[in-house]
């Protein structure tokens, strides 16, 4: 190895060392990116399941019906969040209306597909209607 390339491997190098924290930018951006695509991608199949599994009884759109406390509501949201709502559909109300819905609990559902469903139903979040009765929209 002359000094030639030896100094061509201090260039490369020197470049690489500098362009790094670019590189490591560009890479957040690019995570950043993915996640976004990622809850996009779960919130369509979010919507699905949401419409053929939990509309009959929560509402088209989280209002809540008779039997069942709506989901769009800023009470509700402010009193759960995103592991807790996730555990009650996993698992169900034991003793009421509410079934578990993973599979590994005697459910329809793959731990994926509850993923999906409250990222969806956490997209309400941001406009939730006042609704200090949720737990009783019927009455
Ligand atoms: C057969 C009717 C029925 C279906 C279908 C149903 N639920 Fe429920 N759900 C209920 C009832 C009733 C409750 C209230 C249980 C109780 O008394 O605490 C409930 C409670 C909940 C709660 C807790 C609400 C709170 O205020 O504590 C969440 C979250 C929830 N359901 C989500 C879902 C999701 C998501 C689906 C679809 C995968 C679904 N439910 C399907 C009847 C249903």
Same mark, same amino acid.
């Given at each position: 190895?002359?000094?030639?390339?030896?100094?061509?491997?201090?260039?490369?190098?020197?470049?690489?060392?500098?362009?790094?924290?670019?590189?490591?930018?560009?890479?957040?951006?690019?995570?950043?990116?993915?996640?976004?695509?990622?809850?996009?991608?779960?919130?369509?199949?979010?919507?699905?399941?949401?419409?053929?599994?939990?509309?009959?009884?929560?509402?088209?759109?989280?209002?809540?019906? /008779?039997?069942?406390?709506?989901?769009?509501?800023?009470?509700?949201?402010?009193?759960?969040?995103?592991?807790?709502?996730?555990?009650?559909?996993?698992?169900?109300?034991?003793?009421?209306?509410?079934?578990?819905?993973?599979?590994?609990?005697?459910?329809?559902?793959? /731990?994926?597909?509850?993923?999906?469903?409250?990222?969806?139903?956490?997209?309400?979040?941001?406009?939730?209607? /006042?609704?200090? /009765?949720?737990?009783?929209?019927?009455?």
């Amino acid at each position: 190895m002359g000094a030639r390339s030896t100094s061509a491997g201090v260039v490369v190098l020197v470049l690489l060392v500098a362009a790094f924290p670019g590189y490591r930018a560009v890479e957040a951006g690019r995570r950043d990116e993915r996640a976004a695509e990622r809850r996009a991608a779960e919130t369509v199949v979010g919507r699905q399941l949401y419409a053929a599994n939990c509309a009959e009884c929560h509402g088209d759109s989280g209002e809540g019906m /008779d039997n069942a406390p709506a989901l769009n509501s800023k009470q509700f949201f402010a009193s759960a969040n995103e592991k807790l709502v996730h555990h009650i559909v996993e698992g169900g109300v034991p003793g009421t209306e509410m079934p578990a819905w993973w599979n590994e609990f005697g459910g329809p559902l793959t /731990d994926e597909q509850i993923r999906a469903i409250v990222t969806y139903v956490l997209m309400w979040v941001k406009n939730a209607p /006042d609704r200090p /009765d949720w737990r009783a929209p019927g009455s």
